[in-house]
């Protein structure tokens, strides 16, 4: 006999119509409140009753009131992830593996694009404290003083992501855009490379990193960095068109710093497209080292960022905090750091 074959199915109550939980402890045989201790806390009861109560739910397709649980327990379950773009690649591993980790814990995620734009996440954040979620994942540290004055009093956990700060809200796992910059520039003029420029997004990160960048270069002797600025997200076509920009602008360059590796590649169809050699005539790094950075040809010189890491942590620090069980003296700081990958590009 089949799952849904186990049980009749019980009569629709007027109203809703929905199946209640009264409903599945009668099909079930055991009284309302074994049926939630069943679904809820499955350890407090036996695996006899564990069962028919399982199969009264697969045989009314009874979905729990979770609203109601929530209100019961103050644990609502669910984690509210902020990420600036669901198109940008490079946040893809930290979206997998945060999702994977909490999904394991018995939470589940929802998933928010603010678009590089402060006031979509206020936006986002109006929608997400009010319904209590157990954490909140957010991408960079900066956000508006409401928001970090409401995050700071609302009492959920909150962890930042992909950035640094010394003065985070809660808690923050990421690296230095700062010395993502500097290590390019060190990088390529060791390489020999004197002519430097970028291409970068306009989002706050980005800027960062590439002032280092031009900074850097400044201290090891090299002249005016030029930048093409690409508006976020940025595509192959922003690549395209930041290389003509510069190349208007400083026909001399021998080395371009892309904030993305989608950036890189559309710098290096245009160079191509223009009869230039990489690396012989103009050198290419890139950020994020996405999966094709490798099997292009010449494979792309790039900065790795551990995204898979930072999720893992991230869901960690969330669900010790919601599970009472978060240590008082460790670091809520998480440093993954980078590293630079040398390839043909360059």
């Given at each position: 006999?089949?799952?849904?074959?186990?049980?009749?199915?019980?009569?629709?109550?007027?109203?809703?119509?929905?199946?209640?939980?009264?409903?599945?402890?009668?099909?079930?045989?055991?009284?309302?409140?074994?049926?939630?201790?069943?679904?809820?806390?499955?350890?407090?009861v036996s695996g006899e009753v564990l069962?028919?109560?399982?199969?009264?739910?697969?045989?009314?397709?009874?979905?729990?009131?979770?609203?109601?649980?929530?209100?019961?327990?103050?644990?609502?379950?669910?984690?509210?992830?902020?990420?600036?773009?669901?198109?940008?690649?490079?946040?893809?591993?930290?979206?997998?593996?945060?999702?994977?980790t909490l999904f394991q814990a018995g939470?589940?995620?929802?998933?928010?694009?603010?678009?590089?734009?402060?006031?979509?996440?206020?936006?986002?954040?109006?929608?997400?404290?009010?319904?209590?979620?157990?954490?909140?994942?957010?991408?960079?540290?900066?956000?508006?003083?409401?928001?970090?004055?409401?995050?700071?009093?609302?009492?959920?956990?909150?962890?930042?992501?992909?950035?640094?700060?010394?003065?985070?809200?809660?808690?923050?796992?990421?690296?230095?855009?700062?010395?993502?910059?500097?290590?390019?520039?060190?990088?390529?003029?060791?390489?020999?490379?004197?002519?430097?420029?970028?291409?970068?997004?306009?989002?706050?990160?980005?800027?960062?990193?590439?002032?280092?960048?031009?900074?850097?270069?400044?201290?090891?002797?090299?002249?005016?960095?030029?930048?093409?600025?690409?508006?976020?997200?940025?595509?192959?076509?922003?690549?395209?068109?930041?290389?003509?920009?510069?190349?208007?602008?400083?026909?001399?360059?021998?080395?371009?710093?892309?904030?993305?590796?989608?950036?890189?590649?559309?710098?290096?169809?245009?160079?191509?497209?223009?009869?230039?050699?990489?690396?012989?005539?103009?050198?290419?790094?890139?950020?994020?080292?996405?999966?094709?950075?490798?099997?292009?040809?010449?494979?792309?010189?790039?900065?790795?960022?551990?995204?898979?890491?930072?999720?893992?942590?991230?869901?960690?620090?969330?669900?010790?905090?919601?599970?009472?069980?978060?240590?008082?003296?460790?670091?809520?700081?998480?440093?993954?750091?980078?590293?630079?990958?040398?390839?043909?590009?360059?």
């Amino acid at each position: 006999m089949s799952d849904t074959e186990s049980f009749p199915r019980p009569r629709r109550r007027k109203g809703s119509g929905a199946v209640t939980l009264r409903d599945v402890a009668k099909l079930a045989g055991v009284a309302p409140i074994t049926a939630s201790r069943a679904l809820n806390t499955p350890n407090q009861v036996s695996g006899e009753v564990l069962e028919r109560v399982t199969q009264a739910v697969r045989s009314t397709g009874y979905v729990p009131n979770l609203l109601a649980g929530a209100l019961s327990s103050m644990r609502s379950r669910m984690v509210g992830v902020a990420v600036p773009t669901i198109a940008g690649l490079v946040f893809l591993e930290t979206v997998q593996s945060l999702t994977e980790t909490l999904f394991q814990a018995g939470y589940q995620v929802l998933l928010g694009q603010t678009g590089y734009d402060n006031a979509r996440e206020d936006a986002w954040l109006d929608a997400m404290i009010g319904r209590r979620p157990d954490g909140l994942v957010l991408t960079g540290t900066s956000h508006s003083p409401q928001t970090r004055l409401r995050l700071r009093a609302a009492g959920v956990p909150v962890v930042e992501t992909w950035d640094q700060s010394d003065d985070p809200i809660d808690m923050l796992v990421g690296f230095s855009h700062v010395e993502v910059g500097r290590t390019v520039a060190e990088f390529l003029v060791n390489k020999g490379y004197r002519r430097l420029a970028g291409v970068a997004g306009s989002d706050e990160r980005a800027q960062r990193r590439f002032v280092a960048f031009q900074e850097k270069a400044h201290e090891l002797g090299v002249p005016a960095v030029p930048i093409a600025e690409m508006a976020t997200p940025t595509t192959l076509g922003s690549g395209r068109r930041g290389l003509a920009e510069l190349l208007a602008r400083e026909p001399g360059i021998d080395a371009v710093f892309c904030s993305s590796d989608s950036l890189a590649v559309g710098v290096m169809l245009e160079a191509q497209a223009r009869g230039l050699r990489i690396p012989q005539d103009l050198a290419v790094v890139g950020f994020g080292d996405l999966a094709m950075a490798a099997d292009m040809s010449p494979s792309l010189t790039t900065v790795r960022v551990d995204g898979t890491a930072i999720g893992r942590q991230a869901a960690r620090f969330i669900i010790e905090r919601a599970e009472g069980r978060a240590d008082p003296a460790a670091s809520k700081l998480v440093d993954v750091g980078y590293e630079l990958i040398a390839r043909d590009s360059t």
